[in-house]
């Protein structure tokens, strides 16, 4: 059994401006995708976006993960509280977001972007989707870190007692699973998937199955949310929220298995 480090969320102190952890992972997740977007247009002719395009995307990303993960937080998780609480909805500092809403504001992000660049959404989406798994991974390091979104009760030898917690049972360490399954594992298999010119959508597909799969089957290991329990057919909703995405994502495969390659 091990236990967690208990990490000072506080990375670095001045004055009276504090940098916490989670917000350098965050930093880190847009700058890696800054530099694999900017690989990625100078390289083979993968695209036809130029760096001024991922200079733009990358605003228009900050924007949309910021106000689409908050939303998502408020509308998936905690509606009541919210319709109770509305002036709550604006303190981000306090935590709560949600990834699935956070891509949602990045897919109404990216299809403003494309719109007003002419582009076709799916070939935003498939130059996108690569640099996306490494700022998950970061994320994920950064629950791990802060020791929040811990996983279920476990007798395997790596579990880990939270503090945070406050039981003192040892658990799965699932931050470190999505970290490496959604974020390390999904990144090999789809940069490398994009290294060689596909038929549009086919890269956004494998990614949105790809996240929907490691997701689905992480949250069997990750504790539930205290305030929402098991979902029906006993599922979390973490778990609901990614059927969707493995949907539209084998919808997106199978389209593009039609269509010849770019």
């Known amino acids: 059994m091990l236990q967690h480090p208990e990490f000072n969320p506080i990375a670095l102190q001045l004055g009276p401006l504090a940098v916490h952890w989670y917000g350098l992972m965050y930093l880190c997740g847009f700058v890696s995708a800054w530099l694999l977007g900017r690989w990625r247009i100078r390289h083979g002719g993968l695209t036809r976006l130029t760096e001024r395009d991922l200079d733009d995307i990358i605003f228009y990303g900050v924007i949309g993960v910021i106000l689409g993960g908050r939303l998502g937080y408020v509308l998936f998780y905690k509606p009541a509280y919210y319709l109770s609480h509305p002036l709550e909805i604006f303190y981000l500092w306090e935590g709560g ?7 949602l504001g990045v897919v109404i992000a990216l299809l403003l972007f494309a719109r007003s660049r002419k582009y076709s959404v799916l070939e935003v989406g498939d130059f996108v989707t690569p640099l996306i798994p490494l700022g998950l991974a970061f994320g994920r390091l950064g629950n791990f870190i802060n ?32 970290m490496s399954l959604e974020g390390l594992a999904l990144f090999v298999i789809v940069w490398f998937f994009a ?22 089957a992480v949250e069997f290991t990750r504790e539930p949310d205290s305030f929402l329990g098991l979902l029906a057919g006993g599922l979390s909703m973490g778990q609901w929220l990614s059927l969707p995405m493995i949907l539209a994502g084998a919808w997106l495969l199978f389209r593009a298995s039609e269509q010849p390659s770019r």
Not at 97 to 103: E, R, V
């Open 195 to 216: 290294l060689r010119p596909r038929p549009a959508g086919q890269i956004s597909g494998l990614f949105l199955a790809g996240y929907g799969i490691f997701r689905f």
């Open 97 to 103: 977001m949600a990834f699935h809403g956070g891509l």
């Open 147 to 178: 020791g929040e979104l811990w996983g279920r009760a476990t007798n395997v030898p790596w579990g880990m007692v939270f503090p945070q917690a406050q039981d003192g049972i040892a658990r799965h360490p699932s931050q470190l699973y999505q």
